[in-house]
């Protein structure tokens, strides 16, 4: 496949879009393309058990490895071994947040690297805290694989013992504030991340820039910020959660953002597509009513995640 400029990857991923969409709802190919930046949905659901569907999880691949895992929910290490996925291929793993639906395969993924080819460290990017409810990732890292933690038998992973071949490190990332964090990058990869309200749950969003291609995972937030439209300026996908409706009310607002409110920061970010996943039931059956609010301030498209999909950037 010839190398393409952004111009020529946007009209391809137009006409894949354009393509792809019956009745509204987005077909993807189930396995990513060998050049190129592709988004796979490991994970398109939330924290329900009847939604037949992963927990939150995303994959970035580039020229047919994958780079960065973003959120590990429940089964996404299956999702992860059926996208044939080599684990010696990850640069990081970052978490939005540390909700069980996020992060709860997070040893399942440590236990079963240890029959991959790692040698390079693996760096865990995650939220501090200050909220004795919600521990920071360097803890929540220590609590699940260190010494006394529930999987003891793995902690000499965060050692230069590591039976695994290889080292876990874990890093916190501030959730306070609204200084953008920029601390990790290579030739290939920069890594960046900000702060965003999810009520009291420590959070944060990132973005992936790998050349001119970019990507950015909102994660939950309510944009009582706002610092998203600045953060996503210019990307190529937008990739949010769909938690609630546009009639939510209560409790629920101050936890996720509305459609209406997603499509005016896509506008104002001037996201090339908005993906949206960590779809609930209370969401599914409602993608048109969500696709027309967000369409009252954006014009570009909207994609509606399912397990196992891979978009190409």
Not at 237 to 263: F, Y
Request: aromatic residues 10%; hydrophobic residues 40%.
């Amino acid at each position: 496949m010839p190398i393409m400029n952004k111009s020529h990857r946007a009209l391809r991923t137009t006409l894949l879009t354009v393509g792809l969409l019956v009745s509204g709802t987005a077909y993807a190919d189930q396995m990513c393309g060998e050049t190129g930046v592709w988004l796979q949905i490991l994970g398109a659901g939330g924290p329900e058990l009847d939604d037949n569907q992963a927990g939150t999880s995303y994959l970035v691949w580039n020229d047919n490895k994958a780079r960065l895992l973003i959120d590990t929910g429940p089964g996404s290490a299956v999702a992860f071994d059926q996208a044939e996925a080599k684990f010696e291929d990850l640069y990081a793993i970052a978490y939005t947040n540390l909700h069980a639906h996020h992060a709860a395969d997070f040893p399942s993924y440590i236990k079963g690297s240890y029959f991959a080819d790692r040698v390079e460290p693996l760096i865990i990017f995650g939220p501090d805290s200050n909220n004795p409810t919600y521990p920071d990732t360097v803890t929540f890292v220590d609590r699940l694989i260190g010494p006394s933690g529930a999987f003891s038998y793995l902690a000499d992973f965060l050692t230069h013992k590591s039976s695994g071949g290889y080292r876990v490190r874990a890093r916190n990332v501030p959730s306070i504030g609204k200084r953008r964090w920029a601390r990790f990058g290579n030739e290939e990869l920069k890594l960046s991340a900000i702060p965003v309200n999810h009520g009291d749950v420590p959070a944060i969003a990132w973005r992936v820039d790998i050349g001119d291609t970019s990507a950015v995972f909102t994660g939950n937030f309510n944009n009582l910020k706002n610092v998203m439209p600045e953060f996503a300026k210019g990307t190529d996908a937008l990739v949010a959660n769909h938690a609630i409706p546009e009639n939510s009310r209560g409790n629920q607002r101050e936890l996720h953002i509305l459609p209406s409110q997603l499509g005016r920061i896509a506008a104002q970010a001037e996201a090339r597509m908005v993906v949206l996943g960590h779809r609930m039931n209370r969401t599914r059956g409602r993608e048109s009513q969500t696709r027309e609010h967000i369409a009252k301030a954006y014009d570009g498209y909207v994609l509606f995640a399912n397990d196992g999909e891979c978009w190409g950037l």
